[in-house]
């Protein structure tokens, strides 16, 4: 069993080996780390562990909290497939796919951006719609969305009155950017949260950008 933990601790030499040692002592192995955002003093860091079958979660969390100056901001199961290249691996999927581009995408997001869902919204005459999503996005659909044309990567309310209430009740953080000037927009969910950091929207602004042009 994999699981995801984002994790906040100090950023100084030695406290990711102090947590792997926390970690390991409940028989966590980690299997990839990604730094997600660093401020002043502190990092946040995405890693993915392997835990034995049965091994609670809670472990985790009450392992890496004994040390000073951590918190984990999240954790749930991990299914993705590990990969450093992940941005690029998708942008050549959506490049070299002779139909259904939008769907590439929308498919390779969640693993891309460790989101729950993506979809492509635009606009109709009969308001937003949603063009394609992925596997795991809601049936439910927003009747509106105010921020429409979007200008430039950004994290959504999820308290908005737009927002359906199936949304809000799975507390799904919300984050989207344009792709390229086609008014069309590409959606993250990630319901249980966490909260969307700058790096984060900064990696989805790139990533969208970057297939606009591969659309043209």
């Given amino acids: 069993m994999s699981y995801l933990l984002r994790v906040q601790l100090p950023d100084r030499p030695g406290s990711l080996g102090s947590l792997a040692v926390a970690l390991g002592s409940v028989g966590a192995d980690i299997l990839s780390l990604d730094v997600i955002e660093r401020g002043a003093g502190f990092a946040v860091d995405d890693l ?38 992940r941005e690029l691996e998708l942008i050549d999927q959506v490049a070299t796919a002779h139909d259904d581009r939008l769907q590439v995408l929308v498919d390779g997001a969640p693993r891309v951006l460790r989101v729950g869902w993506s979809t492509v919204v ?17 049936e439910s659909r927003a009747d509106d969305m105010p921020w429409m044309p979007l200008e430039k990567p950004a994290v959504l309310d999820p308290t908005g009155a737009w927002v359906p209430q199936s949304w809000k009740d799975m507390d799904t953080t919300l984050a989207a950017a344009p792709l390229g000037s086609s008014g069309t927009v590409l959606v993250l969910g990630r319901p249980g949260g966490p909260d969307f950091r700058p790096s984060e ?3 989805l602004g790139y ?10």
């Fill in 207 to 216: 990533l969208a950008g970057i297939v606009a042009t591969v659309l043209g």
């Fill in 201 to 203: 929207i900064a990696r």
């Fill in 122 to 138: 635009g606009m109709s005459d009969h308001g937003p719609a949603v063009i394609v999503g992925s596997s795991g996005a809601p």
């Fill in 48 to 85: 993915v562990v392997d835990v034995a079958p049965g091994a609670l979660p809670d472990t985790l969390i009450a392992a890496a909290e004994k040390l000073t100056d951590v918190r984990v901001d999240s954790i749930r199961p991990y299914a993705g497939i590990l990969d450093t290249h």
